[in-house]
């Protein structure tokens, strides 16, 4: 197979060129950059030094002809713009950004501040959640990658909504990422000064990972709910918390919950279920596709806590491009993503 990258130079693009310059299927990874194009890969990441010597290519060099699949790790906005030409033929594209997610015109406006994509894309494009989604994903040719908030939120969450175990409207989600969810580019929010031994708060009820945990839910849980929904930054690489808050609908046992999770992830190989009260940290899915879930239940105010962590770059970007990939091309779902997490 012959894979392209769009925005390698990115963090999500050089996680991509990671993983599937490791990955069996792939023969040949072309590599496309706006800004970087004449240059070694190496030139802007010296990691890579001597592993790839070939120049990055302008996206005007994109021949469609030439490759199976398209990676596009472009910022939300950009997609919109670079991809329509190459949505109709053979070629399969993954984007991750968050062009194509969002299905009704007026909420993308709202939550992005730009003008929709052709409502055509949109309506085509197949919402990569690879656990919840599997069949579309293997008939798409377009995937919408999803948010790295969201891939850990929905994951905890949907079961207990599907199973209406919990009250939806009852949903409080308090997230923490690390630095390189805020991407490669340099910003005031992310120097050094700002960040370094401090917690902030940002985006609060303004997120747009809102509206796509929302309309997710209404999507595989037929619920229609508003959420609280509140981002944190944490001064550490990479790594994603959800802590996850929501009223219990029942008398329920931990045996009962942990059932409910295992029956909608005991086939799914990178969805981990530990048991109740679980100390998780980020750390034990560094460097991998996993996303490692608990809870506790708390009879006093008759609440559940779900705990999902993900590494943000690879479960909730890069690795599940690929893990999505798999099944589009209908490949063993864990090509190229067996990696074990670094620890320490």
């Known amino acids: 197979m012959r894979a392209g990258i769009i925005g390698v130079t990115g963090y999500g693009g050089l996680e991509l060129f990671r993983l599937l310059t490791a990955h069996q299927e792939i023969n040949e990874l072309f590599l496309y950059s706006s800004s970087k194009q004449g240059q070694l890969l190496s030139d802007e990441a010296p990691h890579l030094f001597e592993m790839n010597q070939e ?3 302008s996206f005007e060099q994109l021949e469609t002809d030439e490759l199976d699949v398209l990676f596009c790790s472009a910022p939300s906005g950009v997609s919109s713009e670079l991809l329509p030409p190459h949505l109709e033929g053979k070629m399969k594209v993954i984007d991750l950004a968050g062009d194509f997610r969002l299905k009704e015109a007026d909420v993308y406006r709202k939550w992005y501040g730009k003008e929709p994509p052709n409502a055509t894309f949109v309506d085509n ?6 656990e919840w989604n599997e069949n579309k994903i293997k008939e798409a040719n377009l995937i919408a990658n999803p948010g790295c908030y969201p891939t850990a939120t929905l994951l905890g969450i949907l079961p207990l909504v599907k199973t209406n175990v919990i009250n939806p409207k009852s949903l409080i989600i308090d997230a923490k990422s690390g630095l390189s969810g805020a991407g490669a580019s340099p910003n005031k929010a992310s120097h050094f ?9 940002y985006k609060m009820n303004k997120h747009q990972h809102i509206p796509e945990i929302e309309q997710t839910l209404k999507t595989f849980a037929e619920t229609e709910v508003n959420i609280t929904f509140t981002t944190h930054l944490v001064p550490m690489t990479r790594g994603i918390m959800a802590t996850i808050y929501a009223e219990l609908t029942e008398d ?3 045996h009962t919950v942990s059932e409910i999770f295992n029956e909608f992830y005991q086939s799914k190989p990178f969805v981990r279920v530990f048991k109740e009260k679980t100390d998780l940290f980020t750390k034990q899915v560094y460097g991998s596709n996993y996303c490692d879930l608990t809870f506790a239940l708390d009879e006093r105010t008759n609440r559940i806590t779900v ?6 770059l690879i479960k909730g970007a890069a690795g599940q491009a690929v893990q999505n990939m798999n099944i589009m091309f209908g490949l063993n779902e864990t090509e190229g993503l067996q990696q074990s997490p670094l620890f320490p």
């Open 55 to 57: 120049k990055l290519r």
């Open 193 to 201: 000064t700002k960040v370094n031994d401090s917690l902030s708060v």
């Open 125 to 130: 494009a197949v919402y990569g959640l690879t």
């Open 252 to 254: 329920i046992q931990p």
């Open 307 to 312: 705990i999902s962590v993900i590494d943000n």
